[in-house]
């Protein structure tokens, strides 16, 4: 059996004839990462941290094991960069208050137009209480004009925040050399990966950047837990934003002390099974490796870029064939309604998204209402982007 055949008889969903090509907005899980998560309600359901049975020192052990899993995929120097949170959006909001107070009064935080509402909105709220300037940095050839955001970067910035991958134009930003002009001067370079883990292999150390944030969902892992990295440097000089359980070493009714990092940032009980599930997602693609999970997903955008050229009525967003991108193709057919071709793809069990993908700046900037988004995930193969294509023929045809 091929290795793609095996990797399909993992995902469940994929047996009901399905056609998911909709991995941006939440990849399919793996029976094996559902196993690890069954396995612990079965047999060490407990909490973590603080019994001394023997459940409960194997919950520990997983938990904790789990982070350094993560911390060794992202290329942290140490586990305890690693947070867990609820996802992206979650890790954002919480480092937007993290941060808060660092900052003067008309110093500006540096948002590309191409961010995710969730890499945008808690900056401009963050921008708002803190009194910065907001600098949008717009799109050139119909992507992020990062010559631009490099020059926009003065002795006044306080934050740049970036998107590792665009969510709609797929294309990779270069977030070295964004967070190099960053740091020289001064500011801190935060970036929002949601769309990168599962494509492309991360160090956040080379990068240089000072935080990172992604979300299991999309790297085959469960919903509900994500992962915030923040360099330790900044992370000791943090104040925790929430307090509560397992965050304290011991409290007297006039006094507390902070646990150590990073539980100190991880108020409460957290998502047990979740974050051992997120750890066997990634063992699990480990074991497949990045050179069959980048070969194939090459391989899946070369075909459809054959596809796509082959028929000028898709007009593709995201610029050339040559800018390093995922497999995430965001289109429109001109005079056919975007949610028209979503439903239509939909009678027929295929999935993609369709809209504006929590991006609005990209369609306000393109002056359009919202595209059709075609995402890859490990499991996707050319047989299913020639069904699409054929249903995309016919709904093209079909409103001539
Ligand atoms: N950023 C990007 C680039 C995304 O694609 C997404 C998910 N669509 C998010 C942030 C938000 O992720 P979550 O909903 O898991 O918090």
Redesign the pocket.
């Known amino acids: 059996m091929k290795l793609i055949d095996t990797i399909r008889l993992e995902f469940s969903p994929l047996i009901q004839d399905i056609i998911y090509l909709d991995s941006?907005?939440?990849a399919l899980t793996p029976n094996v990462v559902l196993d690890a998560m069954n396995t612990y309600y079965r047999e060490y359901r407990s909490n973590i941290h603080r019994g001394l049975y023997d459940f409960s020192e194997r919950a520990t052990t997983e938990y904790e094991n789990a982070r350094e899993t993560i911390a060794q995929f992202i290329g942290a120097n140490r586990p305890e960069e690693v947070i867990f949170t609820?996802?992206?959006?979650?890790?954002?909001n919480m480092l937007a208050e993290l941060l808060q107070d660092r900052f003067e009064k008309g110093q500006n935080i540096i948002i590309p137009v191409t961010?995710?509402?969730?890499?945008m909105l808690p900056w401009r709220e963050f921008a708002r209480r803190q009194g910065l300037e907001i600098r949008y940095i717009g799109l050139k050839g119909g992507i992020l004009d990062e010559l631009a955001l490099l020059a926009a970067i003065d002795e006044k910035t306080a934050l740049v925040v970036i998107?590792?991958?665009?969510?709609v134009l797929g294309t990779i930003h270069d977030a070295k050399k964004i967070s190099d002009k960053a740091h020289k001067v001064g500011a801190l370079c935060i970036v929002?990966?949601?769309?990168a883990v599962a494509h492309i292999p991360i160090s956040v150390s080379d990068l240089g950047i000072d935080a990172y944030?992604?979300?299991?969902?999309?790297l085959y892992g469960p919903?509900g837990i994500?992962v915030l990295w923040v360099n330790y440097t900044l992370l000791q000089n943090l104040k925790p934003h929430r307090t509560g359980g397992d965050m304290v070493e011991y409290v007297t009714l006039d006094t507390m002390e902070y646990a150590p990092i990073p539980q100190r940032f991880e108020a409460g009980t957290p998502p047990i099974a979740e974050v051992i599930g997120l750890a066997r997602a990634i063992q699990w693609t480990q074991d497949i490796g990045w050179e069959f999970i980048q070969n194939h997903e090459q391989e899946l955008i070369q075909y459809m870029w054959q596809q796509i050229v082959s028929r000028p009525w898709i007009e593709l967003l995201g610029g050339e064939k040559s800018i390093p991108r995922i497999g995430c193709f965001a289109f429109t057919i001109k005079g056919i309604h975007t949610h028209d071709i979503s439903y239509l793809l939909a009678k027929q069990s295929i999935c993609v998204r369709a809209g504006q993908?929590?991006?609005s700046g990209i369609t306000e900037k393109l002056g359009i209402a919202g595209s059709i988004r075609v995402t890859f995930g490990i499991y996707n193969t050319v047989e299913e982007i020639d069904i699409l294509m054929r249903e995309l023929d016919s709904i093209y045809h079909k409103f001539q």
Do not use: L, M, V, Y
């Open positions: 941006g907005a939440s609820r996802g992206t959006t979650d890790g954002i961010e995710h509402h969730s890499n998107g590792h991958i665009s969510n929002d990966g949601a769309q944030a992604f979300s299991g969902h999309k919903t994500g993908h929590c991006a």
